[in-house]
């Protein structure tokens, strides 16, 4: 079975609540989305409200799920040359960074 998304590459730079929704949304239309984490931290929401130590958070979970994830250091040459390529592969880049945010 088809879906209307389906083939599309999304990149997602979000965190806490409104751009894990947006990009989860796009999950279950059929797109293909990579997560990109900042290393040794992840996304914020990991972590809270966790009820099993060393388990991700259900709060998480509920937020990311049908997504892939990756860890990428941006701040250094070999993460910007990895993160470029996979935005010239990407359809769609999604981020919700406050301004002068990174």
Known sequence: MSTPLQGIKVLDFTGVQSGPSCTQML??????????????????????????PDIDALYFTMLNSNKRSIELNTKTAEGKEVMEKLIREADILVENFHPGGH
């Not at 999950?27 to 099993?52: C, M, N, S, Y």
Request: aromatic content about 8%; glycine content about 12%; cysteine-free.
């Open 27 to 52: 999950a279950w239309f059929g797109a293909d989305v990579i997560k990109i984490e900042r290393p040794g931290v992840g996304d914020v929401t990991r972590h809270q409200l966790r009820d099993i």
